[in-house]
């Protein structure tokens, strides 16, 4: 007997020990969203407290409960126009595309980017994967849509969340009614919109400014956004989802070509962890209640009109950035001095998925080698291909600096190939800010390319854990 409850009592210890370590290694998460869905008090600084909004939009965040867990979150965003728009979109080259990107992709091709009049998105859950019935759950979240806008076919359908999950349909569309009788153009709408597309986002993302045109120099034009993203994010158009509103008079067959220009510097130019989603969506809509004269393609309007929507974009794209999942730093990638463009976005691309120079980046260390080496392999051949020489990176040519944000001199790394010596404790105070730009020059030609980033941290790893309960 003695020896029986020796033996239960050592399982009892064994036992006691495994919960212990159990709660022991539930790791803490110091940069994930609260828990209460509060704003963390480091990025309360990127939300708006006030916008100018475009004339003719009103939006709406409505909570449905996409996820079971969900009863406080808003996770119906709906977007109306007052009147037609002209509207284009880009969408996720990734060969699994969910149905919602489908659905869109068509609905615009079949109205030739005109009569586009709603957005309808929901978060928590992707639409992805989902095979014939997925496409028709995005069909009946438009449909519904449309009847409550008095239209057909007239609404782009987004979706956000978990791969591979139906959609909770009837209660998605029950709530549509709700959503449209919830709309209005105040700046507590765009939040509420805002926030209903957040996933594993820390806070809403969304910007407004205004701006004028060479032919209507008196009118004030109005331009609003509103994006969301923190993991999955490598854009390849452009999970990570985007809306732009504008009551400009932007012709249907200009809007494609500026869109694409602006995404291709913005969005198409930030990774998180260089993954590319199954949903990846940035539509563009523009209503031209604000009058004016139409923009067409190959006029000063639409050149500034271009370089109003690409600034705009860039700015919208670094939220996402900046909310990275468990990041620490926001890090632009300047590759300059190169022989092309496309070999400098090939090479700041790379530079900014490198997990080793993102952890390094984490730790404060100034493993500047690791930069050099993402540098090197950027551009050579694939196994099994015959080597390339790659004659567009010369070592003897390459320079490596990192430039502070605070306004003090760049510290330089690398020059011509030969290292520096290093001030460590300078380079540990430019890792000590949150913001940081690496440049790479490459010494073989004008043209350059910049890359948003950030770092990998423990809570990474904590997130994406555990990311589907």
């Known amino acids: 007997m003695a020896g029986l409850n020796r033996c239960l009592l050592g399982q009892l210890r064994q036992s006691n020990a495994q919960l212990a370590r159990r709660v022991t290694l539930t790791p803490s998460r110091a940069y994930s969203a609260p828990a209460n869905g509060s704003i963390p008090a480091a990025k309360k600084k990127y939300v708006p407290t006030q916008g100018t909004y475009p004339i003719g939009f009103n939006v709406s965040g409505t909570i449905v409960g996409v996820k079971p867990s969900n009863k406080t979150k808003p996770d119906l965003a709906l977007l109306t126009s007052d009147a037609p728009c002209a509207a284009a979109a880009v969408f996720t080259k990734n060969k699994f595309q969910a149905a919602p990107v489908v659905f869109s992709r068509n609905l615009l091709q079949k109205k030739s980017n005109q009569g586009i009049q709603g957005v309808i998105i929901n978060s928590g859950c992707a639409n992805a994967v989902t095979g014939k019935g997925g496409l028709e759950d995005a069909a009946k979240m438009a449909e519904e849509a449309d009847k409550c806008i008095g239209q057909t076919d007239s609404t782009i359908v987004m979706s956000t969340g978990v791969i591979g999950q139906r959609l909770p349909i009837d209660k998605i569309i029950g709530k549509v009614p709700a959503a449209h009788d919830a709309l209005g153009g105040t700046h507590e ?33 109005r331009i609003a956004g509103t994006t969301k993203g923190a993991g999955m994010i490598h854009p390849n158009m452009a999970t990570l989802l985007g809306v732009i509103a504008t009551d400009a008079p932007i012709s249907s067959a200009a809007l494609p070509s500026v869109l694409k220009h602006a995404v291709n510097r913005s969005f198409n130019s930030i990774t998180i962890d260089g993954d590319t989603s199954t949903n990846d969506t940035v539509a563009l809509l523009a209503n031209g209640l604000a009058g004016g004269k139409e923009v067409l393609e190959g006029t000063p309007d639409y050149d500034a009109f271009r370089a109003v929507l690409t600034e705009f974009a860039a700015k919208l794209a670094q939220l996402v950035v900046r909310d990275g999942e468990g990041a620490t730093k926001f890090v632009t990638i300047r590759v300059t001095e190169s022989a092309s463009e496309e070999v400098a976005r090939r090479i700041a691309s790379t530079i900014a998925r490198s997990p080793l120079v993102k952890t390094a980046l984490y730790g404060k260390d100034a493993n500047w080698g690791r930069i050099l080496c993402a540098t090197g392999y950027s551009l050579i051949s694939e196994p099994g291909q015959p080597i390339n020489d790659v004659p567009e990176i010369s070592p003897e040519k390459t320079n490596v600096s990192f430039i502070p944000t605070d306004g003090t001199a760049e510290l330089k790394l690398l020059v011509n190939g030969e290292p520096e010596k290093v001030d460590e404790a300078r380079a540990a105070e430019i890792l000590e800010l949150e913001d940081l730009e690496i440049l790479v020059r490459l010494g073989m030609g004008d043209k350059q390319a910049t890359y948003w980033t950030c770092d990998y941290s423990h809570e990474y790893i904590t997130i994406n854990g555990d990311y589907r309960t």
Not at 197 to 221: A, H, N, Q, W
């Open 189 to 221: 709408h765009w939040m509420q919109l805002a926030r209903a597309i957040c996933t594993t986002d820390t806070f809403p993302k969304l910007m407004s400014r205004t701006f004028t045109l060479p032919s209507s120099p008196g009118v004030e034009y």
